[in-house]
């Protein structure tokens, strides 16, 4: 199981200033805490709670569907490009990143055991969409399409311009190279798709973007390139019984979510993510969206204006020891830094021992892993000196079972923050906002009115 690790929190370490009690604190909001997690599991099946992604672990159902689907196409495609925006695209991101060889796309077919190379259309760059379709043999690509309602504009304008390349390349037979992730029964791609014949995966009700890497949003793509999905689901399972005892001294996504709560109210109203693994990185930018979009509310549920929610920043040991580090240490004492560190790697990899009688020599004969680990030893043990409050996540091995639980983990973390700021974790009215005058902007029907004053706004 994964680890969690909060005495560079406590005040014993850095200070009563800029730390907490931790244990008391434990003990002050026990029966806080333990009245939450009790609430969040017991209403995971109530329709309307938007807590149906508790449950997405234990769908085997689904996992036997998609393997059996990507075991029906093996072979038959050498890309597959993924549709989505948001949580759409960032856990697919976060996942293959970690799960796959590096540089995956640069394998050849051999290397890569027969399986396509994968690419995210992810935000709606002209540049970058027309060179990744001008290196790409449309015919010999999946296209996976992705969204809940059909009407995201970013992914839907991507989806409209792939369609009809394929059908101008296919003919008829494009619809061989479309497989969409949708609503079971509403919105416009569900149309699409009913009405086009293709071939469809469900989008769960109850279950939010940021939310739904464990539907088929994430699985479907990740068993098309060869990850063990029943592996993942596992580790979400193992993890979910774990995380449901309600005694936050054996929590420890209570254990984090309530320091970040404190720490907030202490003024460290950011939170930074910093795995020490470059295969991990990906996954800061899931808890960015994860964290931000659940936490960062201006209502509670009381209606009163809070306008609360830690800022979360992404970082990379070591990369951001040579960027960010001097901000950390020196800059305003208004952070939580979340390291994530792997206890062991896939490799071993020496540093032999060349450049004798120089500056340099003490590292042969050490591993990068030695390096690596004192990298992360010495930034942490720095912060500590300058008073700055961190924690640390272990992970065992990097690997399906225990990406599965850490991403769980910090759902299930960011669940029990909202409730201890009393918000609404799982609505998302300021992204509603935009999306409106983005549909106002480009001549959607029905938003002429708002198109006008949107104008008027955007010239003045």
Do not use: C
């Amino acid at each position: 199981m994964l680890e969690f690790n909060w005495k560079n929190a406590d005040e014993a370490v850095i200070g009563k200033e800029h730390g907490i009690n931790v244990k008391n604190e434990f003990e002050n909001y026990k029966s806080k805490v333990a009245n939450i997690i009790s609430d969040i599991y017991s209403n995971k099946n109530i329709s309307g709670k938007w807590l149906a992604w508790m449950n997405l672990g234990y769908n085997e159902e689904l996992v036997k569907e998609i393997n059996e689907y990507a075991k029906s196409i093996k072979g038959k495609f050498d890309n597959l490009l993924v549709l989505g925006i948001g949580g759409s695209a960032l856990g697919g991101i976060a996942v293959t990143e970690a799960l796959l060889k590096p540089y995956w796309n640069v394998l050849d077919k051999e290397q890569r055991n027969d399986m396509p190379r994968i690419f995210f259309v992810d935000n709606i760059d002209p540049d970058q969409i027309k060179g990744l379709l001008d290196i790409l043999n449309i015919k010999k690509t999946l296209v996976n399409v992705i969204t809940k309602s059909g009407s995201t504009a970013e992914t839907m304008s991507a989806f409209m311009i792939l369609k009809d390349m394929l059908e101008q390349d296919l003919g008829s037979d494009y619809k061989k190279n479309i497989v969409a992730t949708t609503d079971v029964t509403k919105g416009i791609l569900r149309q699409i798709s009913d009405k086009e014949g293709l071939k469809s995966f469900i989008v769960p009700d109850d279950v939010g973007g940021r939310f739904s890497v464990f539907s088929a949003v994430g699985l479907l793509p990740f068993a098309l390139v060869g990850i063990d999905i029943a592996k993942i689901l596992k580790g979400v399972r193992d993890m979910d019984k774990a995380l449901s005892n309600t005694d936050i001294n054996n929590n420890i996504a209570a254990q984090n979510a309530l320091i970040h709560y404190l720490m907030d109210k202490k003024g460290k109203n950011i939170s930074v993510m910093m795995p020490y693994s470059g295969r991990l990185k990906f996954v800061s930018d899931w808890y960015v969206q994860l964290w931000a979009e659940s936490l960062g509310k201006d209502k509670d549920l009381d209606g009163n204006d809070v306008n609360v929610g830690p800022t979360p920043i992404k970082a990379l040991g070591a990369t951001d020891q040579h960027s960010q580090i001097q901000l950390y240490n020196e800059g305003p004492n208004d952070k939580l830094i979340n390291f994530i560190r792997v206890k062991e790697f896939d490799n071993t990899l020496e540093i032999p021992t060349v450049f004798q009688n120089t500056g340099i020599s003490y590292l042969g004969g050490k591993t990068v892993n030695d390096l690596n680990n004192a990298e992360a030893d010495s930034t942490r043990v720095a912060l500590n000196d300058y008073k700055r409050p961190n924690v640390t996540i272990t992970v065992p091995k990097v690997n399906e079972y225990y990406l599965g639980q850490i991403l769980y983990m910090l759902e299930i973390q960011t669940a029990i923050a909202g409730a201890l700021y009393n918000i609404d974790t799982f609505n998302q009215p300021g992204v509603e906002q935009a999306k409106n005058y983005i549909y106002a902007l480009m001549g959607r029907k029905g938003y002429e009115e708002s198109a006008k004053t949107l104008k008027q706004k955007i010239n003045t």
